[in-house]
C-alpha cells in the first residue's frame, strides 16, 4: 500500500512531466493512423533510429565516439537472421540474444580500441566496424556476400497480430523502443551513468577518486552496442533481409548529423535531433537530390553558432525570454547528472 | 623473380600514393589538429580537374596536374577560413564538420557533372616501361618520381624555411609559437594550403588510372587516415614508414589472395599495432 501510495505522491507532484508524458504516448498510439501508408514504415525507421541514436549517446557520455556503432547495428541485424532464418528461433528470443552478439562483438573490439584515444579512437572504432562489415562481403558462408541474408521470417509472438503489416509491427517497434529507453534512461541517471560523465569530465580526478576508466569505457562501449544491436533486430525483421551495404560509412555520417545536430548532453538531445531531421527529411522529399546537400549546410552552421546542438537552444534563448518565464523554466530545469563536478574553467 | 620484382614496383607504387595523400592529412592534423574527412573529396576535385582541363580541353597533362594542385589548394584555404577556423581545434566539431563538407562538395559535383556518365581520362603516357623483368605503363610509375619531387620540396620547405619551421613550431605548441609572434590562424591556413594541394596532386596523378566519380574520395580517405594513425598523426615520417608499410602489404596480399582481404589485413594490422603502440610506430610520447 504505500507503495502505491508513494506512486501517487510522484504522479502528483509530477504532474506536469507526467501530463506531458501521457500526451506524448497518446500521440505515439493515433500517429500511425493518421499518416499515409507508406509514412508508418517511416515512422518505424525512426523509432529504430532513437534506439541507435540513444544507445549511440549513452557510449559518447564517457567521451568516445565510436565510429563502429552501425557495423554493431548491423551485428544484430545478421545475429537475428542467422538465429531466426537460419536456425529457427523465436522472434523473443532472438531479440535479447542478438543485442547479446552485438555486446560480444564490442567486448572483442574494445580491447585493442582500449587504449587510444581521440582521433586514433575514431579512425580505429571504424576500422574495427569496417573489418566487420568485409567479414560480411567476402564470406558467402553464413552471411551470403554481398547479397547478403534475404530469410528474415516475419516475427511471431505468440500468436498475436499479423506482423507483415506496417501498423502492428510499429507497435511492437514501440514497445522495444520504450523499454530499451527505459532501461537507458535508468542507466543514465543511476550511479554507473555518473560515473561515465566524470571520466569525460575529468578522466585523472576520476582515476583519482578509485575509478577504474578502461573497466567503465568498455563497459559503456559493450552496453551501447548490445541496444544498437537490438535496434538492429527490429530493422531487420522489417525488411526482411541484411545486406552489408546497409551498414556501410553512409548510415554512420547520418548518425553522427543527427546526434550533433540534437546535442548530447541531455538524455532527449539526440532523440529531437534524430526526428526533428527524419521530419525535414519528409518535408524535402521533392528535393531528395538535395537532402545531404541540405543537411551538410546545416550542421555546418549548427556546429559554429549552436555547438551544443537543437537542445540547447532553450538555455541560450534564456536571456531574452520575460521573467515569469524565466522561473517557470528554473522549475522545470531538472538535472543532468554533469552537474556533479564544476570544474573551473570549463 | 619476375613476380618479385613486379610485386616491389607495384608496391612502390601504392605507397608513393598513399605517402602523397596522407602527408597531406597528417600535415593539417599536426597543425591545426582537424581530421579532414573532407580530404577524399579534395582528392576527387583534383581528379576532376585533370578530366575537364586534360581529357576535355587538351591542355598538356603536366599543366592540369599543376592547376589541379593550385585550385584544391585554394579550396582548401576557403574551407579552412569559412569552416574548420569555427572549430577552434576541437577534434569532435572539426570532424563533424568536415562530415557536412564532405556531403556539400558531393551533391555539388553530383549536380554539375552528373553521375551514370563515364568520365575516361585518357593516358597521358600510354608508353610500357620495363624495370628487371617488371613492366608497368609510364602513366602508373609517374606517381613515384612525382611524390618523391613534391615530398622532399615539402621536406625542405618544413627545414629550411622560416614559414615552414613557423609551422613546425606551432604544430609542437601552438601557445609557445604564438608568444614568439608565430599567428596560429596563419599556420593554419598554410597546413591547409599544402594539405589541400597534396591531396589535389593526388588526385590529378591518379585521374588517368582510377576511375573518376563523385565517391572516388571515400575509400582512399579511409587508407589516408589509417596511415596516418599507424603513423602516429602529425608525424610526416611516420606517415611515410607506415605508407611504405601498409603499400606492400595491400599489393602482396592482393597478389596473392584478394583486395577485400587486403583491407580486411590492413585493418587488423592497424588494431594490432594500436593495441601495442596506441601512439604510433613512430611516435615517442
Redesign the interface.
Known amino acids: 500500500m504505500t507503495r502505491f501510495r508513494r506512486a501517487v505522491i510522484f504522479v502528483v507532484a509530477h504532474r506536469r512531466r507526467v501530463g506531458w508524458l501521457a500526451a506524448l504516448g497518446l500521440f505515439l498510439v493515433i500517429l500511425p493512423f493518421l499518416v499515409r501508408d507508406y509514412q508508418v514504415d517511416v515512422l518505424i525507421m525512426l523509432l529504430i533510429n532513437i534506439i541507435i541514436v540513444v544507445s549511440f549517446r549513452l557510449i559518447t557520455t564517457t567521451g568516445r565516439?565510436s565510429l563502429a556503432h552501425i557495423p554493431m547495428v548491423g551485428c544484430g541485424a545478421y545475429a537475428t537472421a542467422l538465429l531466426t532464418g537460419g536456425l529457427g528461433f523465436p522472434f523473443w528470443l532472438s531479440l535479447p540474444l542478438s543485442g547479446l552478439a552485438a555486446g560480444a562483438a564490442a567486448l572483442l573490439m574494445s580491447?585493442?580500441?582500449?587504449?587510444?584515444?581521440?582521433?586514433?579512437f575514431?579512425?580505429?572504432s571504424?576500422?574495427?566496424g569496417?573489418?566487420l562489415r568485409?567479414?560480411w562481403?567476402?564470406f558467402k558462408v553464413p552471411f551470403g556476400g554481398h547479397k547478403g541474408l534475404t530469410n528474415v521470417p516475419v516475427p511471431s509472438f505468440f500468436g498475436a497480430g499479423d506482423f507483415a503489416q506496417a501498423i502492428p509491427y510499429y507497435f511492437l517497434a514501440l514497445a522495444v523502443t520504450v523499454l530499451c529507453l527505459l532501461v537507458m534512461w535508468r542507466l543514465d541517471r543511476s550511479r554507473l551513468g555518473r560515473t561515465w560523465k566524470i571520466l569525460d569530465m575529468n578522466e585523472d580526478l576520476a582515476k583519482s577518486l578509485g575509478i577504474n576508466a578502461t573497466f567503465y569505457k568498455i563497459l559503456a562501449f559493450v552496453l551501447g552496442s548490445a541496444f544498437a544491436g537490438v535496434a538492429g533486430v527490429l530493422l531487420a525483421h522489417r525488411l526482411w533481409a541484411v545486406v552489408p551495404a546497409q551498414f556501410g560509412?553512409g548510415a554512420t555520417?547520418y548518425l553522427?548529423?543527427w546526434v550533433?545536430f540534437g546535442g548530447t548532453r541531455t538524455f532527449q538531445g539526440p532523440i529531437i535531433g534524430v526526428a526533428a531531421l527524419t521530419l525535414l527529411r519528409e518535408i524535402l522529399k521533392p528535393l531528395f537530390?538535395?537532402v545531404?546537400?541540405i543537411?551538410?549546410?546545416?550542421?555546418?552552421l549548427t556546429?559554429?553558432f549552436l555547438?551544443e546542438g537543437l537542445e540547447s537552444l532553450p538555455r541560450r534563448l534564456r536571456p531574452w525570454l520575460s521573467k515569469e518565464r524565466l522561473s517557470l523554466l528554473e522549475t522545470e530545469s531538472e538535472p543532468t547528472g554533469y552537474e556533479t563536478v564544476r570544474q573551473p574553467g570549463r | 623473380m619476375e613476380f618479385l620484382s613486379q610485386t616491389i614496383l607495384n608496391g612502390l607504387m601504392t605507397s608513393s600514393f598513399y605517402a602523397l595523400i596522407a602527408v597531406g592529412l597528417s600535415l593539417v592534423?599536426g597543425v591545426m589538429h582537424i581530421?579532414n574527412f573532407a580530404h577524399g573529396e579534395f582528392y576527387m576535385l583534383g581528379a576532376y580537374t585533370v578530366w575537364i582541363l586534360f581529357a576535355k580541353m587538351e591542355w598538356p597533362f603536366f599543366v592540369a596536374v599543376a592547376a589541379a594542385i593550385v585550385l584544391v589548394g585554394l579550396l582548401g584555404l576557403v574551407s579552412e577560413r569559412l569552416?574548420f577556423r569555427?572549430?577552434h581545434g576541437k577534434?569532435?566539431?572539426g570532424?563533424?564538420?568536415s562530415?557536412?563538407?564532405?556531403?556539400?562538395l558531393?551533391?555539388?559535383v553530383?549536380?554539375i557533372w552528373g553521375l551514370g556518365k563515364m568520365k575516361p581520362v585518357p593516358a597521358a603516357f600510354p608508353q610500357v616501361l620495363e624495370i628487371a623483368g617488371a613492366s608497368t605503363s609510364w602513366q602508373r610509375f609517374i606517381v613515384v618520381p612525382v611524390t618523391v619531387l613534391l615530398l622532399g620540396s615539402l621536406w625542405i620547405f618544413l627545414e629550411r624555411f622560416r614559414i615552414g619551421r613557423a609551422l613546425r613550431a606551432s604544430a609542437l605548441n601552438p601557445d609557445a609559437a604564438a608568444l614568439q609572434g608565430i599567428s596560429p590562424k596563419k599556420c593554419a591556413a598554410v597546413a591547409m594550403l599544402l594539405g589541400s594541394a597534396m591531396a589535389g596532386a593526388a588526385g590529378a596523378l591518379m585521374a588517368p588510372i582510377m576511375s573518376v566519380h563523385p565517391y572516388m574520395g571515400?575509400s582512399v580517405v579511409?587508407t589516408a587516415?589509417?596511415v596516418?594513425?599507424v603513423g602516429g598523426?602529425g608525424n610526416i615520417k611516420g606517415s611515410i614508414v607506415a605508407a611504405l608499410l601498409f603499400g606492400f602489404l595491400t599489393t602482396v596480399i592482393s597478389t596473392l589472395l584478394d583486395s577485400?582481404?587486403a583491407?580486411?589485413v590492413?585493418?587488423?594490422v592497424?588494431?594490432?599495432l594500436?593495441?601495442i603502440r596506441?601512439e604510433?610506430v613512430m611516435g615517442h610520447d
Not at chain 1, 295 to 300: A, N, R, Y
Not at chain 2, 99 to 104: D, E, K, Q, W, Y
Request: aromatic share 16%; proline share 6%; glycine share 4%.
Open positions: 565516439w580491447y585493442p580500441l582500449a587504449r587510444t584515444k581521440g582521433f586514433a575514431f579512425v580505429a571504424f576500422a574495427a569496417d573489418a568485409l567479414c562481403t567476402r560509412f555520417l553522427l548529423v550533433v537530390e538535395w545531404p546537400l543537411f551538410g549546410t546545416i550542421i555546418i556546429l559554429i555547438p | 592534423f581530421v569552416v569555427h572549430a577534434v569532435l566539431s570532424f563533424i564538420m562530415v557536412g563538407l564532405v556531403f556539400i558531393q551533391v555539388l553530383v549536380k571515400h579511409w587516415f589509417v596516418v594513425i598523426p577485400t582481404i583491407d580486411l590492413n585493418a587488423l592497424m588494431l594490432t594500436l593495441a596506441p604510433g
